[in-house]
């Protein structure tokens, strides 16, 4: 037990490095302050990614200067998932020391060397498919700026590595109009970097503070590509630094880096919005807006339906059915009433309808409190990894209501394998999501890939699950099993009613089909944006949208549900447990269709690795998505039908 606890504490805990935005971080001029005043500039450097290509490498995978990386910051379990590996970068920066040009390294690669080839091959390869450099100073991401179509300056927090000037798009790469020679890499070896502060003047905290000192607000970054000359740097030249494509070299290829630094004052900037300049950057804002209104649209569309049917109809039909007198009215009776002996009739494969719901309960949980502490700022994006490692934490501390869901539902059917029942519930689910991540870990193992989870943290994992969720399934249960067995309100028939013919818009597979539509509906633009995140390296902060979108998708799975099972109850279908699961639960399908069209539309991505990989984990997120809306659709057509017919009078 105590191998657990330790496991499960190397997992929440948190480096200091990932906190300053809670805790902001004073710098001086160096020998300019007391010992609490920094005056080194820490820069560090994180893998490189595309949307090219789903596999990211670590930053000393493409033969840059190296750092000291036995000092590189320990990362969180969501850092790690996500395949970020953050370490020091060889760029020395002091406080308010400005830099012209200063040599970082330089790479020699010899033309009859075969080591030589294979390292400057894979540089190629990172610049043909636009692999970008993502960099952190105090926790802030190191942007690039540049002004887009509409004359809107876009703040991208990646930069390219260099680019390939190819024939598709008349050898013009893009970092530069005069990087136009055919079949030519131009590698970007020099960067400016811009660091703006405040200097705490006019401020609370700045009152201590004397001159030569502040807090910084933003670095930003203007890529290079210069063709230096060892002996004497010059960062002014205009000779960009060009590597042919073709594979076997005519001379030797020497590559010299190199930066410069500028400290620019600027008290406009408050150091608690230092964040806004990226964020007001990000396009879209107003299609929020309108991805809400279209949901809340949705949502009143349904709420109607569902009050009508519940204020009128059904209001009538329990009236009617309350107020029979004579046997002739009886003989008259229709519609849902008819089934009342077997609309409880325990479903076929009750066992794993059973464990499904369990597990949806898990995910709706992990969900909803995830969203909630991200709404309260504490998942902000300063604080790295934590919004996987919250949402992977909770998953298995949450095996106890997932137990206890599964439990009840299955005796409520009758089940008495009791054993089998809690096995499946703490394997199936989170076995087939470890399985198919596995199986994608091993493909990112033989590509050599930073996104390759070690195999200790693997272990990890095994031993949260094993060690803290399978007991806690265990013991949710057995609390589950003590209780006494769900009372329905009606008694159900020894032989079952035979089911009339049904018309096409009542048979359960276009119900299923249509019930995905609307719940799809009120969060695909959203999706456009976390899918955004996901796979094109976007920011995602709007945990307050999320949220909203969240409790609509709610509400229109339980009306959409609803509104449908109270139509195959009328038409003396009684068949419903596996139907309300799978009406809300094929929004899911809807949503790997959607992935697949993001994945055609916006993504370049060509190799079969990566698409594998893509296809991957878009299978993982489709996986948990059906068992969260499946879940809501079931709990809420139960808890309807369970209302319906405990409110009319049965003989």
């Not at 009791?418 to 199936?428: A, E, Y």
Request: aromatic letters at 16%.
């Amino acid at each position: 037990m105590k191998t657990v606890l330790l496991c499960l504490f190397s997992v929440i805990t948190v480096n200091a490095f990932y906190l300053p935005g809670l805790a902001p971080v004073n710098y001086c001029k160096k020998g300019d302050g007391p010992d609490s005043c920094k005056s080194d500039v820490k820069l560090f450097v994180n893998r490189l990614n595309t949307e090219e290509s789903v596999i990211p490498y670590e930053y000393h995978h493409f033969d840059f200067c190296p750092g000291d990386e036995s000092k590189s910051p320990v990362e969180n379990l969501g850092q790690v998932v996500f395949g970020e590996r953050i370490r020091p970068s060889p760029y020395k920066l002091e406080f308010l020391t400005n830099k012209t040009c200063e040599r970082v390294c330089e790479r020699q690669y010899r033309k009859n060397n075969a080591d030589d080839k294979k390292l400057l091959t894979m540089l190629k390869k990172g610049m043909s498919l636009n692999y970008q450099h993502h960099w952190i100073v105090d926790n802030m991401p190191v942007t690039w700026c540049y002004t887009v179509e509409d004359d809107r300056q876009y703040c991208s927090i990646g930069f390219p590595m260099g680019c390939y000037s190819r024939k598709s798009n008349g050898y013009n790469c893009g970092l530069s109009e005069t990087f136009n020679k055919p079949d030519m890499y131009y590698l970007v070896n020099h960067v400016d970097l811009w660091i703006t502060y405040h200097s705490g003047e006019k401020e609370d905290w700045g009152g201590d503070f004397g001159e030569n000192r502040g807090r910084i607000v933003s670095v930003k970054v203007q890529p290079r590509s210069i063709l230096h000359n060892p002996k004497n740097l010059d960062c002014n030249s205009k000779h960009p630094m060009e590597i042919p494509a073709k594979d076997e070299l005519d001379h030797d290829i020497s590559i010299t880096y190199s930066y410069a630094v500028h400290f620019v004052q600027n008290n406009d900037i408050k150091w608690s919005s230092r964040w806004d300049y990226i964020l007001e950057s990000m396009p879209h804002t107003n299609i929020q807006w309108f991805s809400i209104l279209n949901s809340l649209v949705i949502v009143l569309f349904l709420s109607g339906m569902v009050a009508m049917i519940l204020l009128r109809t059904l209001h009538k039909d329990i009236a009617r059915y309350n107020q029979i007198e004579c046997g002739e009215d009886a003989q008259e009776e229709f519609g849902w009433k008819l089934v009342h002996g077997d609309v409880f009739r325990p479903p076929r494969k009750g066992m794993l309808l059973s464990v499904l719901l369990g597990s949806g309960v898990q995910v709706f949980c992990m969900t909803l409190v995830t969203l909630a502490f991200a709404c309260l700022g504490f998942l902000s994006p300063a604080n790295r990894g934590a919004l996987m490692t919250c949402a992977m934490v909770l998953f298995v501390l949450l095996g106890t209501p997932a137990g206890y869901v599964s439990a009840r539902i299955y005796k409520s059917f009758g089940g008495e394998k009791w054993k089998s029942n809690v096995l499946l519930t703490s394997m199936l689910c989170p076995g087939v999501v470890f399985g198919l991540f596995f199986v994608m870990n091993l493909i990112l193992w033989g590509e050599g890939s930073s996104a390759a989870v070690p195999f200790t943290t693997l272990v990890a994992l095994l031993a949260l699950w094993f060690g803290v969720s399978v007991p806690l399934t265990f013991i949710g249960a057995y609390f589950g099993f003590r209780k006494r067995a769900l009372e329905h309100p009606v008694r159900t028939n020894q032989i079952p009613r035979l089911i009339p013919d049904q018309t096409i818009y009542t048979q359960p597979l276009p119900g299923i089909i249509m019930g995905g539509v609307l719940p799809f509906g009120c969060i695909f633009i959203q999706l456009f944006f976390i899918l955004n995140s996901l796979w094109s390296s976007q920011m995602y902060y709007m945990f307050g949208f999320l949220f909203l979108v969240f409790i609509i998708l709610v509400i229109t799975c339980s009306e959409t549900t609803i509104l449908l099972c109270y139509f195959h109850l009328c038409a003396e279908d009684y068949h419903w447990w596996w139907r309300s699961y799978l009406t809300s639960g094929f929004t899911a399908v809807y949503l790997f269709f959607y992935c697949c069209h993001y994945f055609i539309t916006k993504l370049s991505i060509e190799d079969a690795a990566s698409t594998f990989l893509y296809f991957g984990y878009t299978l993982i997120m489709v996986f948990l998505f059906n068992l969260l809306t499946g879940t809501i659709g079931f709990f809420a057509c139960f808890w309807f039908i369970r209302k319906i017919y405990s409110v009319v009078k049965v003989d």
